[in-house]
């Protein structure tokens, strides 16, 4: 098999429909006449962290709270880290963004007074369920967006330091895609699948993160030679055990206390309850010998109880339905919480590509949005959209009076004979899941994971790092029988890129700012005189060079 060559222009090229995908090309369509392309390698009816839907609004302004105090909790939550301007930009948003996905059909809670039901202080409850088919069905209606479901984009095409479009591949048809845009903008979301995850072998996928988010896009910005920022700032959940549905249903919704197993509320023990501290207070007791560890439920009342079989419906049905199956609710019996595997997110933590306040990559003409966005944490859907709409309204900006550039014929090949050479190889000795296996126990046992209780050393770094380029090199040497496994390929490869920044973030950043997420064995105390900075990187001939950047203020305007 080898794949046929094809041709696709537009002005603007979005990489994911997912989230901020769809929000982006949206508000591209409704403001302007330019031709969008988006690739999504999936089906944007039910892709991306979206495909499952959520039972809540998490990053929204309610009555007695602004932009400013948004700001300033995120902050806290990130340990005085955080690019003020971008979440600055985010906060100011929310709201618009909010009732702009209401006005497309989102069922939002509202009280007596027509007001939205508030979870929490930046929090409201929806019936999301069907989220991401609302947003898909608002892109379908719009006449200059095209959409190209089951194409899997691997990576860009950069001439002389600017984006001129990207390369790709059909998974349903012998097709190898050259599309050339005058700006491109990057919503491919975080990274899963990295670590080894809580449960083993056909239960693998029940993790917290989308498990087909594999970091292309960092991936794809890291080869081309990006700035990326804050790798080293991994999010953990803390979820319900084995099923790892979300906590925060539970914890917020009824405003459940963690206990122990002596039913003591544990986390004030370990200091203020920001988000990495009810994580890191857990793993200490379990290591302590006090666990297990619960959201307190035992008592609630029975219309408490079936808001939580709803709730969990919505977003996480494995939860309601183990319940069900057992026959014990959470009226009757704690819910027994734990932490998962890393990811690299930037939605809820701060890694991925280092932007302006435009969302402008350091690669001109790229733009990135969403969960591969870096530096603005706890950004969630909304914060999503509200990047999305500001990464397409400057892409527009960008592309006034830009013409399209194209490449060689000679050059398309050569990536071409890249790709095929997958196909039509003889088999080696390893196969697609034994390279991610072993790539997965790496990480897990040298780089901070589950059975090191996330805590990392140099030397486990330095053995963690050897061992993924041998990975490296062993994935060129694949064989994909079809191009379902040509996708698989390209996500390990994937995943192997992302595993190398990751590890040298890991090294530089040479204090502990965030337990759990970030715990460096050899530096255990917080550093804000060497370290209240972010760490970024950059891979130049091979190697990842690490810049050290000083914090940007909210009120800011960072250009590169």
């Known amino acids: 098999?080898?794949?046929?060559?094809?041709?696709?222009?537009?002005?603007?090229?979005?990489?994911?429909?997912?989230?901020?995908?769809?929000?982006?090309?949206?508000?591209?369509?409704?403001?302007?006449?330019?031709?969008?392309?988006?690739?999504?390698?999936?089906?944007?009816?039910?892709?991306?962290?979206?495909?499952?839907?959520?039972?809540?609004?998490?990053?929204?302004i309610n009555e007695g709270e602004t932009p400013e105090s948004f700001v300033d909790y995120v902050k806290r939550d990130s340990d005085g880290l955080i690019r003020e301007d971008l979440v600055y930009t985010i906060a100011k948003r929310l709201n618009k963004v909010t009732e702009k996905i209401e006005s497309l059909g989102l069922p939002i809670l509202k009280d007596e007074n027509g007001k939205y039901v508030s979870r929490g202080k930046r929090s409201i409850k929806i019936n999301g369920e069907n989220i991401k088919p609302i947003l898909a069905k608002a892109v379908e209606e719009k006449q200059n967006i095209?959409?190209?479901?089951?194409v899997n984009i691997i990576d860009y095409i950069v001439k002389e330091q600017k984006i001129i479009g990207a390369y790709g591949f059909?998974?349903?048809?012998?097709?190898?895609?050259?599309?050339?845009?005058?700006?491109?903008?990057?919503t491919t979301g975080g990274a899963a699948g990295i670590y080894k995850s809580n449960n083993p072998g056909f239960s693998r996928h029940k993790m917290w993160y989308s498990p087909f988010n594999t970091g292309a896009g960092y991936a794809m910005g890291i080869r081309a030679g990006a700035e990326m920022t804050s790798f080293e700032m991994r999010f953990i959940a803390l979820r319900c055990?084995?099923?790892?549905?979300?906590t925060g249903t539970t914890a917020q919704g009824i405003g459940a206390r963690q206990i122990n197993g002596k039913g003591e509320d544990y986390v004030k023990k370990y200091g203020k309850p920001t988000t990495p501290m009810r994580l890191y207070s857990t793993v200490m007791e379990n290591r302590n010998g006090e666990g297990?560890?619960?959201?307190?439920?035992?008592?609630?009342?029975?219309?408490?109880?079936?808001?939580?079989?709803?709730?969990?419906?919505?977003?996480?049905?494995?939860?309601?339905?183990?319940?069900?199956?057992?026959?014990?609710?959470?009226?009757?019996?704690?819910?027994?919480i734990e932490g998962t595997e890393p990811y690299i997110v930037g939605g809820h933590t701060s890694s991925g590509y280092w932007v302006d306040t435009d969302r402008a990559t350091t690669i001109e003409g790229l733009y990135a949005a969403g969960d591969v966005a870096g530096g603005s944490p706890k950004k969630y859907v909304t914060g999503c959209f509200a990047?999305?709409?500001?990464?397409?309204?400057?892409?527009?900006?960008?592309?006034?009076?830009?013409?399209?550039?194209?490449?060689?014929?000679?050059?398309?090949?050569?990536?071409?004979?890249?790709?095929?050479?997958f196909l039509t190889r003889a088999a080696g000795p390893y196969t697609i899941e034994q390279v991610e296996e072993a790539m997965q126990k790496v990480m897990d046992e040298y780089a901070g994971g589950i059975s090191t209780g996330y805590i990392y050393s140099k030397k486990r770094l330095e053995i963690a790092k050897q061992r993924i380029d041998e990975l490296v090199d062993i994935s060129k040497?694949?064989?994909?029988?079809?191009?379902?496994?040509?996708?698989?390929?390209?996500?390990?490869?994937?995943?192997?890129?992302?595993?190398?920044?990751?590890?040298?973030?890991?090294?530089?950043?040479?204090?502990?700012?965030?337990?759990?997420?970030?715990?460096?064995?050899?530096?255990?105390?917080?550093?804000?005189?060497n370290f209240l900075k972010y760490v970024n990187s950059r891979y130049e001939n091979g190697e990842f060079k690490i810049l050290l950047r000083e914090p940007v203020e909210r009120d800011d305007i960072y250009e590169h």
């Not at 090229?13 to 949206?26: D, M, N, S």
């Not at 055990?241 to 979300?246: E, G, L």
């Not at 079936?306 to 026959?327: R, S, V």
């Open 146 to 150: 095209k959409i190209l479901n089951k």
């Open 477 to 529: 040497t694949l064989k994909a029988q079809d191009l379902h496994q040509l996708l698989f390929i390209y996500e390990i490869i994937d995943r192997l890129d992302v595993c190398k920044a990751l590890i040298r973030h890991l090294e530089a950043r040479k204090e502990t700012r965030w337990k759990c997420y970030q715990e460096n064995a050899d530096y255990p105390e917080k550093d804000d005189a």
């Open 1 to 60: 098999m080898t794949l046929e060559p094809k041709i696709l222009k537009t002005d603007i090229l979005i990489i994911g429909g997912g989230t901020a995908g769809c929000y982006g090309a949206l508000t591209i369509a409704e403001n302007s006449s330019v031709e969008v392309i988006i690739a999504e390698k999936a089906n944007i009816k039910r892709s991306g962290c979206l495909a499952a839907g959520v039972n809540a609004i998490n990053a929204y």
């Open 292 to 336: 297990p560890c619960y959201l307190q439920t035992v008592g609630i009342t029975k219309e408490q109880e079936e808001e939580l079989y709803k709730a969990y419906l919505n977003m996480a049905p494995a939860q309601t339905l183990k319940w069900i199956e057992k026959g014990v609710g959470p009226a009757d019996e704690n819910l027994e």
């Open 241 to 246: 055990k084995d099923t790892i549905a979300p």
């Open 387 to 421: 990047e999305a709409e500001i990464a397409s309204i400057a892409a527009m900006e960008y592309i006034a009076g830009k013409k399209l550039e194209t490449l060689q014929d000679s050059e398309i090949d050569q990536k071409l004979r890249e790709v095929d050479s």
């Open 170 to 186: 059909s998974i349903e048809e012998n097709n190898f895609y050259t599309i050339y845009a005058k700006a491109v903008i990057c």
